[in-house]
């Protein structure tokens, strides 16, 4: 098993910057890629980034060059860092870990963007 806590989410004005932190606990050498997805309102969540233990990322088309995801060498942490934010990145942003067997996911944290 593994549990996943994130924090850092809050009210932003656009243009501004957030950074989101997820700690992971458990099982944490079974993981093999952390990331982080978000879901607004009406619509479905969709993965933002994510990073695998050997590093490699990969970012939604809407957020690349802007955000940028990293971890800690021992998966037990990773962090979304969030510039030049925009109304439209407003949603519940969620930390996601996986492993062989399956998805783990954390509670979510609301990230909001006024115009």
């Known amino acids: 098993q593994v549990q996943l806590v994130e924090s850092g989410g809050g009210l932003v004005e656009a243009g501004g910057s957030l950074r989101l932190s997820c700690a992971a606990s458990g099982s944490i050498s079974s993981i093999n890629a952390m990331g982080w997805y978000r879901q607004a309102p009406g619509n479905q969540r969709e993965l933002v980034a994510r990073i695998t233990r050997g590093g490699t990322t990969n970012y939604a088309d809407s957020v690349k060059g802007r955000f940028t995801i990293s971890r800690d060498n021992a998966m037990n942490a990773a962090y979304l860092q969030m510039n030049s934010l925009k109304p439209e990145d407003t949603a519940v942003y969620y930390c996601?870990?996986?492993?062989?067997?399956?998805?783990?996911w954390g509670q979510g944290t609301q990230v909001t963007v006024s115009s």
């Open positions: 996601n870990a996986n492993n062989r067997i399956r998805n783990y």
